[in-house]
């Protein structure tokens, strides 16, 4: 299913204009062209399947509640410690997503919901490589 | 990498619901990732608090909803037209 995506005004639909025009013309500066990059690509992701893995997108139960819409929140970068977000819901109509807000400087010093502990090298175990289980 | 030396080990059937005990291990939460040869490896996991919402964000989101909910929408984005920016 192929959701189509609308910018909420007025903000987002500003800068997402401003973005793609001045995209398209060249005039991005280095950051924000890594930020459109990966916020356009996320939004791909997005309208082929929210559920994407990549997109670790859930429902922000206290914005739902407040606001009496369901809101979600996706990830557009992952695996680091500045994680940009943005936040949507389901709408105006079926098949539509509209993008309410979105992240577009990290909180430094933040962390990801899960932290992955470093592995070190396992050795072989003695039994096994006597060939015994 | 360091050496990581094991503490124990011991041998395990699974249940009829694919279940084993788990045993010796601090850690509560893990991610599990099953190789083609059948080892499967879990790594200890810690949950750490999400990061919260700006002020300037949440003003944001209260703005995009209220206009949503009024039927006030910009229309549908080209995410392939800013996509096609990228592959220049």
Known sequence: ?133 | MAENPIAFEYNVHLDDKNRFALRGTRARYFSVRVFKDNHVLLSPQKLVAEQPISPATLRQIARSIKNLKAGKTAGAVDVRAARKVFER
Request: proline residues 6%; glycine residues 8%; charged residues 30%.
């Open chain 1, 1 to 133: 299913m192929i959701f189509t995506i609308h910018m909420g005004v007025p903000e987002m639909r500003a800068l997402w204009d401003d973005l793609l025009a001045r995209g398209q013309r060249g005039k991005l500066s280095g950051e924000e062209r890594i930020f459109f990059n990966k916020w356009s690509k996320a939004l791909d992701l997005l309208s082929g399947n929210p559920r994407h893995p990549g997109l670790r997108t859930h429902e922000i139960d206290d914005l739902s509640r407040k606001f009496g819409v369901k809101v979600w929140q996706s990830y557009l970068k992952n695996r680091k410690s500045d994680a940009l977000r943005m936040f949507w819901a389901y709408g105006p109509q079926r098949h539509d997503i509209t993008i309410l807000a979105v992240e577009r400087h990290p909180d430094t010093g933040k962390r990801k919901v899960y932290e992955r502990i470093p592995l070190s090298r396992f050795p072989s175990s003695p039994s096994r490589s006597q060939g015994r289980n």
